[in-house]
């Protein structure tokens, strides 16, 4: 789901994939106010100022769901977080990518066993590593 905040993310680096789903969210903060966001989403407030101050602290990927989540008329966190993963899964079957190759493709920046457990939520993920996964991985589908 946070796919969908990034214009082409295949073409685009793992920065700004991460800068495009940082706005989205910040728009969040926006429309909703900070303190209902850092309420609803049990997010910390110092990482929703930041964020909506145009920093990029530190988040997970269940931050930035949960975030999110707090718009109008958006599904609960736990939905948002699991379409994202969805999204990063579905699109490794497309590309016909192996965490081994992602790995390769990434150049290390995370080690294939690492990336399996991430993707399928055994293992937390940051937004940082959400952002380079889906722009590696959105680049190679067909």
Do not use: C, H, N
Request: proline letters at 4%; glycine letters at 10%; aromatic letters at 2%.
């Amino acid at each position: 789901m946070l796919q969908t905040l990034v214009e082409d993310p295949g073409s685009s680096s793992s920065e700004e994939v991460r800068a495009g789903i940082e706005a989205a969210l910040r728009e969040t903060i926006e429309t909703v106010g900070a303190d209902a966001v850092a309420d609803r989403s049990g997010v910390d407030r110092e990482a929703v100022d930041a964020l909506a101050a145009g920093e990029s602290p530190e988040l997970s990927l269940e931050d930035a769901a949960a975030i999110y989540a707090t718009g109008e008329g958006r599904p609960d966190a736990e939905s948002v977080l699991l379409e994202s993963r969805d999204d990063l899964l579905m699109g490794m079957s497309m590309a016909v990518l192996d965490v081994e190759a992602i790995e390769s493709g990434i150049d290390g920046a995370i080690e294939a066993k690492e990336i399996q457990q991430k993707v399928e939520g055994r293992f937390p993920m940051t937004l940082r590593e959400y952002a380079l996964l889906l722009g590696f991985i959105e680049g190679r589908k067909p």
